[in-house]
């Protein structure tokens, strides 16, 4: 490709919102413009990128006989009240009416359309198992679309599913998918954990998710460096330290104008570890109050596993209706009316807690005994807490989530009606699994964890080119003829290359191409006509050789294969 016939357009600066470098850089270089919050455009370089994590993707997803096919994003929506996610799903879905009024949604993803062809297509064991996957376009209103394209409202997934007629058929599905998803990250050169998850919406009975480590991330996870453990915070219990040890009788102290925990233990005394922080949630049911040890965090998903149902913080007038307190002076001793949980390293020990009176809190409770409740995983597993299965430190991790799979079980075939007919004639519901990956996330944590100063570093295999040639004078004749001539030959031997052919100054180039972040970098300038050599530069390490023109095509095969 050529420069000045190509839309590259690059910029100095980096754009005004943009926080992760992903997010700069990929504006930068002119792969991706912004058209509305989380809806981008991906121009050539974009383009290029994306379509070459696909054909990886392709290649990996064919590799383990799942059959492309393609569904609409324009989904009828029946199939999403039969599944009752039309009701559980809420601002994320765009939903619409056609012109008769009927109800109408875009897909977020597929698991219904999948059942509904399935249960049209598939009649007995002998058609069992399938994975059929799609590289398609996914509509998600989400609430908070940042960080250019790591979370947009409109992106490509590739999602596949799989259709087996038992649990253990399912499990062999299921791996396959997980070393496919391992090729396939792997040779994208994006570094990643693979995490236990939550399987939230999705529901279903296991789940596993790709992370690649980065500081862009917003998911978190906790990993064990001593025996492999690793889990998504979500699911993470790390085993907490123990409190100072409290013999103290429960009594009702003044604790005049302290109303967060450190207030409190600042003037009573105690370490943050011996008191309780009470939070209150209004869930489906009413009023609840979540217990988490006063130096611990809440995490609202664990909150919600536990409930079995999303709530949300209560409102300070909601809190004075429920319990007569203000937020400050709440706990769980004498509360009616109220569903109490209880975060699990609270059964054990006496604690501070607020004492339902403004500016009095009460000491030496114990939970379970002072006071009923039930018992849940609540807190956020910390660094330095031990491994749940060696109890060695676990390190936490911010990340970006690439991919993921789950196993559905029955959840979409039973209420689509997709079953089969066993080798007895009985009908079976079909065994379903469901598996995403995102692949501008996988560009953009590529960027992500591999860039320096300069620009980005790309990997070969999703490089948008491989060699990046420049002549720096392109009015000098000799230097233009040798580089059509390099640029012809490499193509020849098979690279993809681009050629900076702009009137531009050599350092305006030169920053452009480290930008750019292409692997090789082939530079014609004044040393060809005085020495016979061009300049061959690797952009990962910088490292130089200068090369007689005719050695030009064998010395990039070589540096290629020492480049991942
Ligand atoms: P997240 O927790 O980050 O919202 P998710 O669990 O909703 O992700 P899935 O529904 O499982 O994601 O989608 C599968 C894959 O699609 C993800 O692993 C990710 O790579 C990609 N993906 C999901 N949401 C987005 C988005 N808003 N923008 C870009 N890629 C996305
Ligand atoms: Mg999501």
Not at 485 to 500: K, N, P
Request: proline share 6%.
């Amino acid at each position: 490709m050529r420069w000045t016939r190509s839309l590259i357009p690059t910029l100095r600066d980096d754009p005004a919102d943009a926080e992760a470098i992903s997010h700069k850089l990929m504006v930068r270089a002119g792969l991706v413009r912004q058209l509305a919050a989380g809806i981008y455009v991906y121009l050539p370089l974009g383009l290029r990128v994306l379509e070459k994590i696909n054909a990886i993707i392709r290649e990996e997803m064919n590799g383990i006989g799942g059959q492309e096919i393609t569904m609409p994003v324009l989904h009828p929506a029946e199939l999403w009240q039969q599944s009752g996610r039309w009701d559980v799903i809420g601002g994320e879905m765009f939903r619409l009416k056609d012109r008769n009024g009927r109800d109408m949604c875009l897909g977020m993803t597929h698991e219904e359309i999948i059942a509904w062809i399935a249960a049209r297509e598939i009649r007995s064991y002998r058609d069992l198992p399938q994975i059929w996957y799609q590289i398609q376009t996914k509509e998600r209103d989400e609430a908070r679309p940042r960080s250019g394209v790591l979370r947009t409202r409109e992106f490509l997934m590739k999602d596949s599913y799989t259709l087996d007629p038992d649990a253990a058929a399912l499990e062999i599905s299921y791996h396959a998918h997980k070393d496919a998803y391992r090729r396939i990250f792997d040779r994208c050169g994006v570094g990643y954990v693979v995490v236990e998850s939550d399987p939230g919406m999705m529901g279903g009975s296991g789940s596993h998710e790709f992370m690649a480590p980065s500081a862009a991330g917003e998911d978190e996870v906790a990993l064990c460096d001593a025996c492999g453990y690793a889990a998504n915070v979500e699911l993470a219990r790390g085993v907490p330290t123990e409190p100072a040890p409290s013999s103290a009788k429960p009594e009702e102290v003044a604790t005049p104008g302290a109303h967060t925990i450190a207030e409190v233990s600042t003037q009573l005394k105690v370490d943050p570890a011996a008191t309780i922080k009470t939070l209150v949630f209004i869930g489906p049911d009413g009023p609840v109050l979540a217990l988490v040890r006063g130096d611990h965090a809440l995490h609202e998903r664990k909150l919600a596993r536990a409930l079995r149902a999303e709530s949300r913080p209560a409102h300070p007038d909601e809190v004075k209706r429920h319990l007569g307190v203000s937020p400050g002076s709440i706990g769980p001793v004498g509360v009616r009316g109220a569903r109490i949980v209880a975060d699990l390293s609270l059964r054990r020990g006496r604690y501070v807690v607020g004492a339902n009176r403004d500016g009095f809190h009460q000491t030496g409770v114990a939970p379970g005994q002072d006071f009923q409740c039930e018992w849940a995983d609540l807190q956020v597993a910390l660094a330095g807490e031990g491994c749940p299965n060696c109890g060695k430190p676990l390190r936490i991790e911010r990340v970006i989530e690439v991919g993921n799979i789950f196993k559905l079980g029955t959840k979409y075939s039973v209420p689509l009606g997709a079953m089969y007919l066993d080798e007895r004639g009985q009908q079976q519901p079909i065994v379903m699994g469901s598996y995403g990956i995102g692949p501008a996330r996988i560009a953009a944590s590529a960027v992500e964890q591999r860039h320096d100063a300069d620009g980005i570093v790309w990997p070969w295999a999703i490089a948008p080119f491989h060699v990046h040639l420049v002549p720096v004078a392109v009015k000098d004749a000799g230097q233009m003829a040798a580089a059509e001539e390099i640029y012809r030959d490499l193509r020849q031997a098979g690279f993809e290359v681009l050629m900076d052919d702009r009137e531009e100054r050599a350092g305006v180039k030169f920053k452009d191409a480290d930008l750019l972040g292409v692997p090789i970098r082939v530079t014609i300038g004044n040393a060809l006509a005085k020495e016979g050599v061009v300049e061959i530069r690797q952009r990962s390490t910088r490292a130089d050789r200068r090369v007689p023109k005719a050695e030009v095509v064998a010395t990039v095969r070589e540096i290629a294969k020492t480049i991942s």
